[in-house]
Every structure is written in structure tokens, then in C-alpha cells.
């Protein structure tokens, strides 16, 4: 995947850069560290610069978060009662639980979106709930925007500056990732035991 990648971006240049992050936004696993740190090398070789390559890139990443949070607002809370109406008692989720979940977004929602943009996975799947809860758009947009431009900047950064070397940054990023799955492993099997242990009580 990566060869192709880079070869795309050989060949079409900002336009590249500019579709292979809103598909990475969409399809998360297309990994933006490639991406990005590539197009940073590109500067180095090509008529491409730092600031033409963060620009496409960071167009792409929004046009992507916009469709996801499109998708979240097709699904919505009232959807997900309705789910939970049905499926609920299997999944031991009630309609309070959804509404809690909505609220705690309504109040920490932007501040969230903003620093899981520097999440790898999270960064492109966080769009989903912040659409669901109803965020405001354009404060969606600003602030996703705003973490997209921190992540796009490091990255591009990072690849001008490495040169032919860009690829030894991947193998960082790799661990940066693995211990971000991990910790998010971690917190999900806490939710899990503090969910089964509310459930018995009631």
C-alpha cells in the first residue's frame, strides 16, 4: 500500500495529497504518517512546498471529517434510542446512557475534537460522534481544522526536514500508535468492567 500511495502522489502532485488524506480521513486504516511525512520528502525533489503540501493536506482532511460527520448526523441520537429500544436489553444500554454520552459531548465535544485530530484512528473516526450529538458545524469545523493544521504542520514538517531519510519517522510513529491503541484498549476494557458492574447492581 505504501508504494502505491507515494506513487499516486508522484503523479498527481497536490491533487494526490489532496485525495489520498480525505480517503485516509474516511477509510482510517490508509495511514496519514505515510502521507504526510512523504509529501514533506516531496518538497525536497519537486516544484511541491512546505506550505502548498499542508494546505492540500489539510483540505482533504476536512473534506473527509465533513462526510463522517455527515454520517453521524444521519445516524443521530433518536436513531440510536431507537436502536437501544430494540437491541438494548442484549447490549445492556439503556436510552439514559445515550442521552449521558450526548451531553458529555454537547459540553466537552469541540475540546475533543481538537486534540483527537492528533490521534491516530481517532483523529478520522471522531467526526461520527461529534455529528451524532448535533455539534454545531461550523465549531466542528473550526476546530477540527485547527488540530488537522497541528498534525499536518508536524508531519510535512518532519519529512522537508528528514529528506531522503523520511521513512525513518515512520518506525516512531508506529510506537506512537501502538501505545495509543493501547491505552485506548485500556480504557475501553475499564468501561466494559464498570458497565457489567452497574448493570448486576441494578
Known sequence: MENWITSFMEQYGYFGIFL????????????????????????????????????AATAGSVVGAIILYG??????????EAIVDKWGHILRVKKQDIHKADAWFDKYGPWTVLFCRMVPLIRSLISIPAGMSGMNF???LVFTTIGTLIWNIFLVSV???????????LAYMDVYSEITYAVIAIAVIIFIIYWIRRSRKN
Request: net charge negative.
Open 20 to 55: 489520498m488524506i480525505a480517503f485516509e480521513n474516511v477509510f482510517p486504516p490508509i495511514p496519514s504518517e505515510v502521507i504526510l511525512t512523504f509529501g514533506g520528502f516531496m518538497t525536497t525533489n519537486s516544484d511541491l512546498t512546505v506550505p502548498g503540501v499542508i494546505a
Open 71 to 80: 454520517i453521524g448526523r444521519i445516524l443521530s441520537v433518536e436513531r440510536m
Open 138 to 140: 461550523w465549531v466542528f
Open 159 to 169: 519529512g522537508a526536514a528528514l529528506g531522503d531519510s523520511w521513512e525513518s519517522i
